[in-house]
């Protein structure tokens, strides 16, 4: 693939962002609780015409409750992964070695945030908003599969932050300032680390045959229908925190049809968004063109 990703230009570009979480939560930094916090784009609260806005305001916040907890999730892997694929290499090269052993500092820093955000979300929200996990344990199942596997998860995920934050979260002035400051100072760490993850799956798919790179992208398809299950059960936990903050018990027909807009729009922000974006097909493209195919029809069931 020609991306003309470097190693160096990646950590340039981090040490210059370097930004420290008591400058994003915490002290004046306080949560809105009067404004949304995630764009519908993303939430799709707007199409459940039997809430009013108060209600769909209450679901739009434990939506971005649950995203945050999710990409703080998925982060507990990622940085066992990541400090697992610099081990072996260290000698080799110092700057691919300080990249990634970078990559893995700033992951753990947003695990970090992310705590920080939902004791400042629990403490402001005051209702329970049970969540999938625990994180080890997914963290565990996850890296089980085969490393290529695993990368092309993380690609996704890291091409996944770019789309959300660029095409949904950037311009739209109605959110949470301080929730909006902290997707943006997340997006600027990954916007590296999707580089990093593009060339370590390079690395790891040229030490593959053809044969394994596809089943590892079998795998990584395996991954996220384990990921499409825990999907199903945070909705199930999210309507459950709507139905305590609110006090209100759907109906049969509206809990039908929350369930399944809200599974469908958890299935787009999380699976169908880094499925379809164009840098991470370009990257499968490259190292198994037959599964670019594969890809696109798969994708259609999330979007």
Request: proline share 4%.
């Given at each position: 693939?020609?991306h003309?990703?470097t190693?160096?230009a990646a950590?340039?570009?981090?040490?210059?962002?370097?930004?420290?979480?008591?400058?994003?939560?915490?002290?004046?930094?306080?949560l809105?609780f009067?404004k949304?916090?995630?764009?519908?784009?993303?939430?799709?609260?707007?199409?459940l015409?039997f809430?009013?806005?108060?209600?769909?305001?209450?679901?739009n916040?434990?939506?971005?409750?649950?995203?945050?907890?999710?990409?703080?999730?998925?982060?507990?892997?990622i940085l066992?992964?990541?400090?697992?694929h610099?081990?072996p290499?260290?000698?080799?090269?110092d700057?691919r070695?300080?990249a990634?052993?970078?990559f893995a500092?700033?992951?753990?820093?947003?695990?970090?945030?992310?705590?920080?955000?939902?004791?400042a979300?629990?403490?402001?929200?005051?209702?329970?908003?049970?969540?999938?996990?625990?994180?080890?344990?997914?963290?565990?199942?996850v890296?089980?599969?085969?490393p290529?596997?695993v990368a092309?998860?993380?690609?996704h995920?890291?091409?996944?932050?770019?789309r959300?934050y660029?095409?949904?979260?950037?311009?739209?002035?109605?959110?949470d300032?301080?929730?909006?400051?902290?997707?943006?100072?997340?997006?600027?760490?990954?916007?590296?680390?999707a580089?990093?993850d593009?060339?370590m799956?390079?690395?790891?798919?040229?030490?593959?045959?053809?044969e394994?790179?596809a089943?590892a992208i079998?795998?990584?398809l395996q991954?996220?229908a384990?990921?499409?299950?825990?999907?199903?059960?945070?909705?199930?936990?999210?309507?459950?925190?709507?139905?305590?903050?609110r006090g209100?018990?759907?109906g049969?027909?509206?809990?039908?049809m929350?369930n399944?807009?809200?599974h469908?729009?958890m299935?787009w922000?999380f699976?169908?968004?880094g499925?379809?974006h164009?840098?991470?097909?370009?990257?499968?493209?490259?190292?198994?063109?037959?599964?670019?195919?594969?890809?696109?029809?798969?994708a259609?069931?999330?979007?």
């Amino acid at each position: 693939m020609q991306h003309g990703f470097t190693y160096a230009a990646a950590l340039s570009a981090s040490q210059r962002t370097n930004w420290q979480i008591e400058d994003i939560i915490g002290g004046d930094k306080k949560l809105d609780f009067g404004k949304p916090f995630l764009p519908d784009s993303l939430a799709q609260v707007q199409g459940l015409l039997f809430l009013d806005a108060d209600e769909k305001l209450a679901l739009n916040q434990i939506r971005g409750h649950n995203y945050l907890y999710i990409f703080g999730l998925v982060e507990e892997f990622i940085l066992p992964f990541v400090l697992d694929h610099a081990r072996p290499i260290l000698a080799e090269d110092d700057v691919r070695t300080r990249a990634f052993l970078q990559f893995a500092n700033e992951e753990a820093k947003h695990i970090h945030l992310f705590k920080c955000f939902r004791s400042a979300f629990d403490e402001g929200f005051g209702t329970r908003c049970d969540v999938i996990g625990p994180p080890e344990m997914i963290a565990k199942a996850v890296l089980l599969h085969h490393p290529l596997s695993v990368a092309l998860l993380i690609l996704h995920i890291e091409w996944m932050t770019q789309r959300h934050y660029l095409d949904s979260i950037k311009d739209d002035g109605g959110l949470d300032p301080t929730f909006s400051s902290l997707l943006k100072h997340h997006w600027m760490e990954e916007a590296q680390h999707a580089k990093l993850d593009t060339l370590m799956v390079d690395a790891i798919a040229a030490r593959c045959s053809p044969e394994e790179i596809a089943q590892a992208i079998e795998g990584y398809l395996q991954l996220g229908a384990m990921l499409d299950g825990g999907l199903q059960q945070q909705v199930v936990f999210d309507l459950d925190a709507f139905a305590r903050r609110r006090g209100r018990t759907l109906g049969a027909a509206e809990q039908d049809m929350a369930n399944t807009l809200q599974h469908q729009a958890m299935r787009w922000t999380f699976i169908g968004s880094g499925m379809t974006h164009p840098n991470f097909l370009a990257t499968v493209e490259a190292i198994h063109p037959p599964s670019r195919a594969r890809l696109d029809k798969v994708a259609s069931a999330f979007c």
